[in-house]
Antibody, heavy 120, light 107 residues
Framework: QVQLKETGPGLVQPTQTLSITCTVS????????MQWVRQTPGKGLEWMGF???????EYNSEFKSRLSISRDTSKNQVFLKMNSLKTEDTGVYYC??????????????WGQGVMVTVSS | DIQMTQSPASLSASLGETVTIECRAS??????LAWYQQKPGKSPQLLIY???SLHTGVPSRFSGSGSGTQYSLKINSLQSEDVASYFC?????????FGSGTKLEIK
């Protein structure tokens, strides 16, 4: 069955870089877009960006200058890296699968999320 | 960016009641709208897409409607397992944006 699981550090210092890995099973990364969404106390749910089944990426301009999404299809993993972290980046980070229905961008499977606290 | 304004922020209703949650977009999103349910401590789950299509496995007491800039989620015959927060999401245009959520409780 389809499963997604994020792993990452619980605590990151301000100005440092956040790295999160999303490991998937039950489907191929070459068949689906993979999305990243975060949920923060200040802004709620925010779409961050995605990586297409072909490997190209798109980012929310809110994060564009400091966000990078990549993948390793051989390991069924998608990676999020965001630099220059601030305390406002504290929140839960989710990877989610894009269902792939034409004309839509829907998240049909989500990971359990990883809580990230930005603090010194 | 398209702003999604969701109301009410919180809602308390009795078992068996019908509740409605509203979502207003800052511009026409041409039915490019989804609703998600997020139970406490869990990740969001897709309920409705294309404003009124029920996602696979979602109980039929959930329904969506609307057009243009105004959309709503209705839950008939409220059950205890419906206690959750509900979010709308527009996918008509990037960046994808979400409503601020409605927290539903049982009276």
């Amino acid at each position: 069955q389809v499963q997604l699981k994020e792993t990452g550090p619980g605590l990151v210092q301000p100005t440092q870089t956040l790295s999160i890995t999303c490991t998937v099973s039950g489907f191929s990364l070459t068949s689906y877009y993979m999305q990243w969404v975060r949920q923060t106390p200040g802004k709620g749910l925010e779409w961050m960006g995605f990586i297409r089944s072909g490997g190209s990426t798109e980012y929310n301009s809110e994060f564009k200058s400091r966000l990078s999404i990549s993948r390793d299809t051989s390991k069924n993993q998608v990676f999020l890296k965001m630099n220059s972290l601030k305390t406002e980046d504290t929140g839960v980070y989710y990877c989610a699968r894009d269902q792939g229905l034409p004309g839509t961008v829907l998240f049909d499977y989500w990971g359990q999320g990883v809580m990230v606290t930005v603090s010194s | 960016d398209i702003q999604m304004t969701q109301s009410p922020a919180s809602l308390s209703a009795s078992l068996g009641e019908t509740v409605t949650i509203e979502c207003r977009a800052s511009e026409d999103i041409y039915n490019g709208l989804a609703w998600y349910q997020q139970k406490p401590g869990k990740s969001p789950q897709l309920l409705i897409y294309n404003a009124n299509s029920l996602h696979t496995g979602v109980p039929s007491r959930f329904s969506g409607s609307g057009s243009g800039t105004q959309y709503s989620l209705k839950i008939n015959s409220l059950q205890s397992e419906d206690v959750a927060s509900y979010f709308c999401q527009q996918y008509y245009n990037y960046p994808l944006t979400f409503g601020s959520g409605t927290k539903l409780e049982i009276k």
